[in-house]
């Protein structure tokens, strides 16, 4: 059974950092790429970062640019999600998801497996 378990969300706040991993179990993650995903209340799930197989290409939402760092540790089947100079906006809960395809993917309907999510939450 493919398993995606998100972790390190909490409460932090204005300009304060957070960093998310997310372990996968039942499959290769050196197999996908993997990306991060958020969704506020009342709002659609919105694309944050990407990266790809090997860990040597990303693609970030303008929104995160500059603050938010993608990473991936294929040994320990670990991606990473460190996010500094936090703002409200990104509170959101973020999922982890993993790609099996070969075209680098910025719409959630193109990922295969999601993690059930991790709260952020930014005061002001």
Do not use: H
């Amino acid at each position: 059974q493919v398993q995606l378990v998100e972790s390190g969300g909490g409460l932090v706040q204005a300009g304060g950092s957070l960093r998310l991993s997310c372990a996968a179990s039942g499959v290769t993650l050196s197999r996908y790429a993997m990306g991060w995903f958020r969704q506020a209340p009342g709002k659609e799930r919105e694309f944050v970062v990407t990266i790809n197989r090997s860990g040597g290409s990303t693609y970030y939402a303008d929104s995160v640019k500059g603050r938010f760092t993608i990473s991936r540790d294929n040994a320990k089947n670990t991606v990473y999600l460190q996010m500094n100079s936090l703002k409200p906006e990104d509170t959101a809960v973020y999922y982890c998801a993993a790609d099996s395809g070969l075209v680098i993917g910025i719409s959630a309907r193109q990922y295969d497996y999601w993690g059930q999510g991790t709260q952020v939450t930014v005061s002001s």
